[in-house]
């Protein structure tokens, strides 16, 4: 079936960066949308990223805007995060997911076919 595997995950200062990858398999994954997600203690899962089958097709939540950037290589099967100016309310565990319908970005959780297991970022402060 379907795996998905993030990496890159970490304690990082505030003002830092990191740079997430997520690994998939079990899927055409050229054919499939991509998205990021985050989920904070007692939060819910909030959109963050997603990217559609080209480059051009880029969606960000307002609250990365400009911090974050959001990649893929199809070659490689995987989708990346690149996290820049990190902030403290940046801290959760980052979710990459495939789109449940093929040509649909998702933007939402429901909107999401398969997850990975989740990589912590925290931001210290």
């Known amino acids: 079936q379907v795996q998905l595997v993030e990496s890159g995950g970490g304690l990082v200062q505030a003002g830092g960066s990191l740079r997430l990858s997520c690994a998939a398999s079990g899927l055409t994954f050229s054919s499939y949308p991509m998205g990021w997600f985050r989920q904070a203690p007692g939060k819910v899962r909030e959109f963050v990223a997603a990217i559609g089958l080209t480059s051009s097709s880029t969606h960000y939540a307002n609250s990365v805007q400009g911090r974050f950037f959001i990649s893929r290589d199809d070659a490689k099967g995987t989708v990346y995060l690149q996290m820049n100016s990190l902030k403290p309310e940046d801290t959760a565990v980052y979710y990459c997911?495939?789109?449940?319908?093929?040509?649909?970005?998702?933007?939402?959780?429901?909107?999401?076919?398969?997850w990975g297991q989740g990589t912590q970022v925290t931001v210290s402060s």
């Open positions: 997911g495939a789109s449940r319908v093929r040509m649909s970005i998702p933007r939402s959780p429901p909107a999401v076919g398969s």
